[in-house]
């Protein structure tokens, strides 16, 4: 009878092994993991956070717009090279644990009025010996760099011969040409990492529609955006590199790097930030964590266990209490745009999107400026894996300021750019109206993801096609313009290298 037992005992034990062996197998090979590694790379179950296909419908759609170019990537980029060794050693040498110049800002062609003495600014004291610079002819540090023409960066960044993001850009323009540039910050250059900007992906679509409704002609869209940059940037970026492209349409985006709500809140409170959102494998560690990294079951397993632990994160972080002090007299909703004291620095972007207009203007450039999203509204909660960094945005970068206050000063931000775009006669783009409120489309509060940056230049799109419609209707587009109208903008500011030595920071005492 005991021996029975033991054999049933037996039998049982080797069916169990035998299905976690097999259900084993089946897990790797949904992950697409090797059925032989006994030591599996330490990653998450796949949880799916691309939802632009299920968002997509939200978008209302351009009649002469077909559903399917959105899934269409733009061809691959011909100015794409292989990364000199030369750049690759000088990514590997500048990655040192706290050191602010990295690859990314010594190809940059920065402004010498800015840079001044390299030695005495903690920044520029951390570049390799050397920089690249061009002078400006007005003297001013604006705008403060430019990307190296025609480089492919150790991260990913692809320039053209005019230093802007994206696809060859012949200066001189074909016959039966529409050229489009966008200007902005680093939510118009995108991520450097990423493939394709938003402008990249518009371009490509643009050129489907041509070919489809108006073979005839052909579109340029150049992105001549760079990270960290304001309007007063921006506008020397349009008066010295765009105008001379002599476009037929600019398109401004831009709305973070100047959102300071400081100008509404005089008297910031004192507080300790909140902690940073605690990881996902700091969430569940053990013995199942340690049994994770060789078995796809296990790893499911740590997987949900680690989120049922996160779930109570997610909400906004306690913040102290502060006091908003309006403007007296402003109105949110239909506001006096010439007065002195716009918050969130719209004064100054005004001014300097009235400056934009005025260079335009002897170029017969038509200009549009966009709404800006911010993620981040009154009660919002975030998903503690997928929107960690959006979380850590707004609750330690944006510190202490309340969701509610974010939302409210964004919102104030669009009306202000509406009815510019209104009194002066200009078309709005609106974005953050018709972009789907979705977290997952954002890497931070105002970062998109890669799904977020294809679905921004569909958003834009959808807008942009009945504009283009329209001028091409009237005959305003394509136009003639004169032969040997276009004269290269780098030819007026020449790169120029300095070399430089810097003593080494004395100890601490």
């Not at 605690?278 to 989120?307: C, E, M």
Request: glycine share 6%; net charge neutral.
């Amino acid at each position: 009878m005991s021996g029975r037992i033991l054999a049933n005992a037996a039998t049982a034990f080797v069916s169990v092994l035998v299905g976690l062996v097999l259900a084993e197998g089946a897990a790797r090979i949904l992950d697409g993991m090797p059925l032989t590694q006994l030591e599996l790379p330490v990653r998450l179950v796949n949880i799916g956070n691309d939802t632009t296909a299920e968002r997509l419908d939200e978008v209302a759609r351009a009649p002469s717009v077909q559903r399917d170019w959105f899934f269409s990537d733009p061809p691959p980029l011909p100015n794409r090279k292989p990364v000199p060794a030369s750049l690759l050693e000088l990514d590997r040498a500048l990655q040192k644990p706290g050191n602010p110049f990295q690859s990314s800002e010594a190809l940059k062609i920065w402004n010498s009025v800015l840079v001044g003495d390299p030695c005495e600014s903690p920044f520029f004291a951390n570049a390799p010996g050397w920089l690249m610079l061009f002078d400006p002819a007005d003297g001013k540090p604006y705008p403060p760099f430019r990307f190296m023409p025609d480089t492919t960066t150790p991260i990913g960044l692809v320039t053209n011969e005019l230093g802007w993001r994206g696809p060859p850009m012949a200066f001189a323009r074909t016959p039966r040409t529409i050229r489009i540039v966008f200007v902005g910050a680093s939510t118009t250059s995108d991520t450097h990492q990423m493939p394709y900007s938003y402008p990249e992906f518009i371009g490509h679509w643009l050129n489907l529609w041509a070919a489809k409704n108006r073979p005839d002609i052909r579109f340029e869209v150049g992105n001549a955006g760079r990270e960290s940059m304001g309007s007063t940037g921006i506008e020397a970026v349009v008066r010295t590199e765009v105008v001379p492209a002599r476009p037929d349409l600019v398109i401004y985006h831009e709305g973070g790097n100047q959102f300071l709500l400081s100008s509404v809140i005089p008297s910031l409170p004192s507080g300790e930030k909140p902690a940073p959102m605690v990881h996902l494998d700091q969430a569940s560690k053990g013995w199942l964590a340690d049994l994770s990294r060789y078995s796809d079951i296990a790893r499911r397993i740590y997987t949900l266990v680690a989120v049922m632990k996160l779930q109570s994160e997610g909400n906004e972080a306690p913040k102290p209490d502060y006091e908003v002090v309006w403007p007296k007299g402003l109105s949110e909703t239909n506001p006096d745009i010439k007065r002195e004291d716009l918050p969130v620095g719209l004064t100054t972007i005004l001014g300097d999107l009235d400056r934009i207009h005025a260079d335009l203007a002897p170029i017969d450039s038509e200009f549009a400026v966009t709404s800006f999203m911010w993620m981040a509204k009154d009660g919002l909660k975030l998903d503690p894996i997928r929107n960690r960094m959006t979380w850590d945005y707004l609750n330690l970068y944006m510190f202490p300021y309340r969701y509610r206050d974010i939302e409210r000063l964004a919102n104030f931000q669009n009306v202000v750019l509406a009815k510019y775009a209104r009194t002066h006669g200009i078309d709005f783009i609106d974005v953050a109206g018709k972009m789907p409120f979705d977290p997952d489309l954002y890497a931070d509060g105002v970062h998109t993801t890669y799904p977020g940056t294809r679905m921004k230049g569909w958003v834009i799109l959808q807008q942009l096609v009945p504009l283009i419609e329209a001028r091409l209707a009237s005959g305003a587009w394509p136009r003639t313009l004169p032969a040997g109208s276009e004269v290269p903008p780098h030819q007026a500011m020449p790169a120029r290298r300095i070399e430089f030595n810097c003593p080494a920071p004395r100890p601490a005492k």
